[in-house]
């Protein structure tokens, strides 16, 4: 087997008692589902890829199957491991309790995406914002093939707060019952990874868990994070895209990375439309719709209609979730190719 030169960090493991033809099966189905790209799909061997972050290799072995997940980064490794221990467990619960990795002798005791940064500013931006700056031994895993990240905030309530532990087949153990986190995510707005430093904006809202805790955010607080995860920024220079407050960072960091020459339109739908303040801009051939909340009329069929017109275009939509299912429901009717949408909820309605 060839080695991608884009992954060369990776960890093995030996699944016994499954058989390859079942595995197969489960991995496609994920590959769809997610709309990775298939490398190989044989009786010998199945191979998928995820963006940026690696590979998952499938292959039969004697009594089981033979697993090997490459990467570009360590963190990316911990990650792919991670979420398929998480499928795993969800399938064959047994299974996932007897996987071991072939590096869990050097493997931290926490996971290695988790980052333990204090508060160093809290600033308005706009009129529904609020933007943390913090400060970080080590950020340089952000990078623009990953642009979100989790907060991990204990109950308002808890003084002794519990941080996630890794399980003895490299899945991340969190914290439960009184103990559970928040984990929301947000996205990277702005870093500086020499000195540690990094931005994020949060959308304020009456009865949020983030939102009260930023309000009474104060310097030198600490903050956990884990990251990053996450779409990146599409590597295109033609974009739908469609969003809501919650996703105005990402669309703003998305924005200033396109080409100059990057054509497309862009709605953006916020309580106050325009007048939020929050600054966005864009391309000279990309448009700007702005619009409030009573003039955004249909937005899913507004996404479609505008992926039809232009399906030469990367099609980006983040808001709540009854404006996004219809979206992706109807993309992966028409399963197209990966690396060509991206369609995430961002919050759900009660």
């Not at 997610?34 to 972050?53: G, M, T, Y």
């Not at 009129?127 to 400060?135: D, G, H, N, P």
């Not at 864009?282 to 448009?287: D, E, L």
Request: glycine fraction near 6%; charge should be negative; proline fraction near 8%.
């Amino acid at each position: 087997m060839t080695i991608n030169p884009s992954f060369p960090i990776d960890a093995t493991a030996l699944l016994t008692g499954l058989s390859h033809a079942a595995m197969r099966q489960v991995m496609l189905h994920q590959a769809q589902e997610h709309e990775l790209r298939v490398l190989e799909d044989s009786e010998s061997a199945v191979s998928i890829e995820v963006p940026s972050f690696g590979q998952y290799r499938f292959e039969p072995a004697e009594g089981g199957i033979h697993i090997r997940i490459s990467a570009a980064l360590p963190d990316r490794l911990f990650m792919l491991k991670d979420s398929f221990s998480e499928t795993l467990s969800q399938l064959l619960p047994e299974a996932a309790k007897d996987l071991r990795w072939s590096d869990s002798a050097t493997l931290p005791n926490r996971p290695p995406n988790l980052h333990f940064t204090r508060v160093v500013s809290v600033t308005p931006v706009g009129t529904a914002f609020l933007r943390v700056r913090i400060q970080a031994d080590d950020l340089s895993s952000f990078q623009d093939d990953a642009i979100h990240f989790r907060l991990l905030l204990p109950a308002p309530d808890c003084t002794k707060p519990e941080w996630p532990s890794l399980a003895e087949n490299g899945a991340t153990v969190w914290p439960k019952g009184e103990k559970a986190l928040h984990r929301p995510a947000y996205t990277t707005r702005w870093i500086d990874r020499q000195a540690g430093l990094l931005d994020f904006d949060v959308f304020l809202h009456d009865g949020g868990r983030v939102t009260n805790w930023v309000r009474g955010a104060s310097i030198g607080d600490l903050l956990v994070i884990a990251g990053p995860g996450g779409g990146g920024i599409p590597e295109s220079s033609k974009i739908c895209i469609f969003a809501d407050e919650t996703a105005f960072p990402a669309v703003a960091r998305i924005l200033e990375a396109l080409p100059a020459n990057s054509t497309g339109q862009v709605t953006l739908i916020a309580a106050q439309g325009a007048d939020c303040g929050y600054p966005i801009a864009a391309p000279a051939g990309v448009t700007l719709s702005w619009l409030t909340r009573e003039e955004a009329q249909d937005v899913p069929r507004q996404a479609l209609t505008a992926h039809r017109e232009h399906p030469d275009h990367f099609l980006w939509v983040a808001s709540e979730k009854s404006d996004v299912t219809p979206v992706r429901e109807a993309l992966k009717a028409d399963k197209p190719a990966p690396g060509t949408s991206y369609i995430a909820a961002y919050w759900s309605k009660p």
